[in-house]
């Protein structure tokens, strides 16, 4: 077999959007040397001054020409709804060897219509980093956001596996772990591993009264705690990912109705089989 | 106005049941000096021995009518089911003068059950401390866990004013803030903001394939952690608050049925506005 050889130092890499996700990748790559260049694209100069002050990349523009023209690798890491369009336009004026990806939280949608319309001189392959905050903003950045966690990569039938392993190995370099999936599978899950629990959260916390919050302890607060996330970034997600979250609802509702039947009917040995296969799969995880 | 006089320390505090909530109230009385005697009463030698080990009591026992024969406090933290026939067995042989609380997440059925048993001579009040663990076991024991935490205590007309008084002052000098309901109005307002959060962490977490959790990151681990919470405590405490856990369950599904509605019919504005109201109630309390 011959190994695929990867860099382990990129020249530039530019980010289009530097908020908390952008924000803590540049500033990963920028504290582990992972680019000599780190370029910060974006509409708000203010913004931009605050990334680079902060040590999230080595330079600012407001101009994505100027901002992808050296780049030997672009993350796109604007809002789910944008990163499309964003993607194609990266792809419009980037030099042809030059690798995109993106940080968005839907695949399927993002990889289809980008494939569709993208030019063969350019590489796109999507990217979930499953990393966050219900923060935003890079004023949170996180250099270390990404250490020890899932970057799940959705390559196609399309996709070159060598710039493949270049992707993964520059998700490896910030410490993540990748997992590959196709962009449907990946959508399928994360309807499960986080749009669902975003729904519940936002769900809970919207069914509590303000006048009882004086009695939430660290239950009411784990569990509603990315109910806190920004609504326009949500409403966008789950609507990018409408048909898998609502199964995954389906699934939800399911066990949720056998926990409430079986509390109506006073019915211990049933409620305790819930609870417990609840427990079973939690205990899977650690914290 | 007269003050009413209330101690800083007590002679001899009796718990009875060193689990987490045992063990950490006894390990926070012996760090704070708040009593010269802090004695363990339990069924299982082996467990009263690890308390005393790690600094929970000063002293144990397995024989009950032993254990409280000094006690001035005698805290009952046994499970949800058994709180109410503890008390009243405590009330049997304890010394006349004796105060007696308990740590039971549900109030109304425990204090109904106890002040229609027990004789004048015994004094007991209510008391919930809002703290507590996916975790049991002594050996999870936190002498910290409730600085800063509520402690609901649930007087009735039938309690003295001055053993109230003792009673709150105990709870404060642990840390914690103390706020008075009526039993009733805990039951309504816990079923909101700590059983209902439990029964929908625990559904998501049962929803949860097997194979998805490598995609779950801190969203998915927050909204469920308390699933891992012991499935036979959580059901004896669902079941004690039936009739206000199901109305809070009412109140959670109505807003989830609009989340599912505002997604099934690709409804932006009504999606964000229901995100946005979670956000708002949930940016009311702090992490």
């Not at 997992?179 to 899950?189: F, K, L, S, V």
């Not at 970034?233 to 926990?259: A, C, M, P, T, Y």
């Amino acid at each position: 077999m011959w190994e695929i050889l990867v860099r382990k130092q990129w020249n530039t890499i530019s980010i289009l959007g530097v908020g908390l996700i952008g924000g803590s990748i540049g500033a990963a790559i920028c504290q582990r040397k992972i680019a000599k260049k780190v370029v910060g694209i974006g509409r708000s100069a203010a913004r931009l001054r605050q990334a680079k002050k902060i040590g999230a990349v080595t330079s600012t523009t407001t101009q994505l020409e100027r901002g992808v023209a050296e780049a030997d690798l672009v993350i796109v890491c604007t809002p789910s709804d944008h990163v499309a369009e964003h993607v194609l336009r990266v792809s419009q004026v980037c030099a042809p060897n030059t690798l995109i990806t993106d940080a968005g939280s839907v695949k399927d949608e993002i990889v289809s219509q980008v494939e569709r319309t993208i030019g063969s001189q350019a590489c796109f392959i999507g990217s979930h980093p499953l990393a966050g905050s219900e923060k935003t903003g890079c004023q949170f950045s996180d250099a270390d956001l990404l250490v020890d966690r899932v970057v799940v990569v959705t390559p196609t039938r399309r996709t070159d596996q060598h710039q493949l392993a270049e992707i993964e190995k520059f998700w490896q370099l910030l410490g993540a772990q990748v997992i590959r999936m196709t962009p449907a599978a990946h959508d399928r899950t994360l309807a499960t591993t986080s749009h669902l629990p975003h729904v519940v959260a936002s769900a809970l916390a919207a069914a509590t009264p303000a006048h009882d919050l004086p009695c939430t302890a660290t239950g009411w607060r784990d569990t509603t705690r990315i109910a806190a996330g920004d609504a326009e970034l949500w409403r966008q997600i789950l609507l990018g990912n409408r048909r898998h979250v609502l199964k995954s609802l389906d699934r939800f509702e399911k066990v949720l109705n056998s926990i409430r039947q079986a509390i109506e009917q006073d019915h211990g040995g049933q409620l305790r089989k819930t609870l417990a296969t609840g427990k079973k799969i939690r205990d899977l995880v650690a914290d």
